[in-house]
């Protein structure tokens, strides 16, 4: 078993846990929502995709995000996981992710979506 993300503690009062897809996708999530420098002990940590929410909706903002994206996974994640699609959307002020890709330790192809928008 893996910590759960966020931190927190579960009915027994212990800190959470939760299964190896799971803690795959909370890694993802953390990747993703991260700005460089925002980690102490890893500057350089985190995918700098959140910057694009300011940007106009675009294809190329589309592809430089997906650009982003694999980069910070190829980076940060390539020991647990292969990825096979990036899809991005930029919808107003909020990001619409898709990513499809294989855990390297059961060999189950997983596809997650995640959101994230400007805070008000």
């Known amino acids: 078993m893996q910590l759960d993300y966020p931190f927190h503690f579960d009915a027994r009062e212990r800190t959470a846990e939760t299964d190896l897809n799971d803690h795959v996708r909370d890694l993802i999530e953390q990747l993703l929502f991260t700005q460089a420098g925002e980690r102490v002990?890893?500057?350089?940590?985190?995918?700098?995709?959140?910057?694009?929410?300011?940007?106009a909706a675009s294809p190329e903002v589309a592809a430089a995000a997906e650009f982003l994206i694999r980069g910070g996974l190829q980076q940060w994640l390539a020991d647990r996981l292969r990825v096979s699609e990036v899809k991005v959307e930029a919808v107003e002020a909020e990001l619409n992710i898709r990513i499809d890709y294989v855990v390297l330790?059961?060999?189950?192809?997983?596809?997650?979506?995640?959101?994230?928008?400007?805070?008000?």
Do not use: K
């Open 105 to 120: 330790a059961t060999g189950e192809t997983v596809s997650s979506e995640f959101q994230r928008g400007l805070a008000p």
């Open 41 to 55: 002990n890893r500057p350089d940590f985190g995918s700098g995709v959140m910057q694009l929410v300011f940007s």
